[in-house]
C-alpha cells in the first residue's frame, strides 16, 4: 500500500486521538463544595420524579437529596461514596448512568460495537471500489467533439 492511500487514515486516526484527549481532559483543579454537590446530583435520579436528575428537580426529595449530598461532601467523603449510600438506600434504579457490569455493560458496549462494525464497513467498501476502467473509445470522442463545436 502506496504513503498516498495510508495518509489520510492516520491523519483521521490522529484527529480523532486528539479529539478523545481533549474532549476527555476535564477541568483541572480542585472543585468547590457546590461543583461537587452538582456533579454527583446530576448522576442521581430524583426519587419522586424519576425522569430527572436530583440536580434539575425541583421536587422536595430532590432537594433533600442535594441536602444530604452536600452534608457528606463537607463531612469529607468521596464522589463514589456518596453514591454508594444512595444506591444502599433507593437501588441501583437511583444511578442515572447505569453500572458497565452485567446487561448494563451491554448499553455501553453495543453503541461502541456499531460505530466499529461501521467503519470496518465503510473502510472496506472503500477499499473494494475501483474505478470501472472504461475508456472512452473514438466514437465517444468524435460525439463529444461535434457537441462542443456545433
Do not use: N
Not at 489520510?8 to 476535564?26: R, Y
Not at 467503519?119 to 470501472?132: D, E, Q, T
Not at 467533439?145 to 456545433?150: H, Q
Amino acid at each position: 500500500m502506496s504513503a498516498r492511500r495510508i495518509l489520510p487514515w492516520l491523519a483521521l486516526v490522529a484527529v480523532l486521538v486528539v479529539a478523545l484527549v481533549v474532549g476527555t481532559h476535564g477541568k483541572s483543579g480542585k472543585l468547590t463544595v457546590d461543583q461537587r454537590v452538582h456533579r454527583v446530583a446530576d448522576e442521581l435520579r430524583c426519587p419522586t420524579c424519576r425522569s430527572q436528575s436530583m440536580a434539575d428537580s425541583d421536587a422536595a426529595a430532590a432537594k433533600a437529596g442535594r441536602l444530604e449530598i452536600r452534608r457528606r461532601v463537607v463531612a469529607g467523603e468521596t464522589d463514589a461514596q456518596i453514591r454508594a449510600s444512595f444506591v444502599r438506600s433507593y437501588g441501583d434504579d437511583i444511578l442515572l448512568k447505569p453500572r458497565g457490569q452485567g446487561v448494563a455493560a451491554l448499553v455501553w458496549a453495543l453503541p461502541v460495537v456499531a460505530f466499529a462494525a461501521a467503519l470496518a464497513g465503510l473502510a472496506f467498501a472503500f477499499v473494494r471500489w475501483r474505478p470501472s476502467g472504461a475508456h472512452a473509445t473514438d466514437d465517444d470522442r468524435r460525439i463529444v467533439r461535434e457537441a462542443l463545436d456545433g
